[in-house]
């Protein structure tokens, strides 16, 4: 596709309920970013993986949050018996490896009830 | 630990009045200022990477600067379509980004 797509667009959850949010980076991107955007706040960092190898997971705040890649393309974080403190927008971004300039997509609201 | 800070929270002009938003950052070894503009409900939006203290780079009424403490985003005679959220971000380290909270912008007719 023409962009970092993001599915589902909104997930409202309940409260102990576990999600799954999709993320197709942009063809040939090696690199992938997934951060949580909380209302009124800049991005935060959760995970990073270059191809299938998740290089970095410094961000994710809890055992709960699981991410994967696992052919080098499409990726899914799943977080597990989510909380009223998970809601916010989670965001994919892409790029190419050595290149700094990475796109993002639309992000998934969720909402935990 | 790498931080932004963004300033002011939130910019109102009017059409035409020119101004400035302001990144100020610390960092241990800086590989890259990226500066991204954000519409409600949408992703970041990429505008710029600068690299070295001293680099300016433009786009349409977009201007990014960089010193070895900060950034500004200058905008010059701001129309009502630039109003949105301006985040700074960077690059330290790692492959991570570290943004700041963002600069929301307003540009009234």
């Known amino acids: 596709g023409a962009g970092v797509s993001q599915s589902p667009r909104y997930k409202v959850a309940k409260r102990g309920q576990d999600v799954a949010l999709r993320c197709d980076p942009i063809?040939?991107?090696?690199?992938l970013f997934w951060y949580q955007q909380a209302l009124g706040q800049g991005p935060e960092f959760l995970t990073y993986f270059q191809n299938e190898a998740q290089l970095d997971k410094s961000g994710l705040p809890s055992d709960r949050f699981f991410a994967e890649r696992p052919e080098g393309s499409v990726s899914t974080l799943k977080i597990q018996r989510t909380q009223q403190e998970d809601s916010a927008v989670y965001l994919c971004?892409?790029?190419?490896?050595?290149?700094?300039?990475?796109?993002f997509g639309q992000g998934t609201r969720l909402t935990v009830v | 630990e790498d931080q932004v800070t963004q300033s002011p929270e939130a910019l109102r002009l009017q059409e035409g009045e020119s101004s400035s938003l302001n990144c100020s950052y610390t960092?241990?070894?800086?590989?890259?200022l990226f500066w991204y503009r954000q519409d409600p409900g949408k992703g970041p939006e990429f505008l710029f990477t600068?690299?070295?203290a001293g680099e300016e780079k433009e786009k349409e009424r977009l201007k990014a600067t960089l010193t070895k403490k900060e950034s500004f985003l200058h905008i010059t005679a701001p129309k009502p379509e630039d109003s949105a959220t301006y985040l700074c971000?960077?690059?330290?380290?790692?492959?991570?980004?570290?943004f700041g909270k963002g600069t929301k912008l307003t540009v009234n007719p």
């Open positions: 600068l690299y070295s």
């Open positions: 063809s040939g991107h090696v690199s």
């Open positions: 971004a892409s790029s190419f490896v050595g290149e700094t300039e990475a796109f």
């Open positions: 971000a960077i690059q330290g380290g790692s492959e991570k980004l570290v």
């Open positions: 960092v241990s070894g800086l590989r890259g």
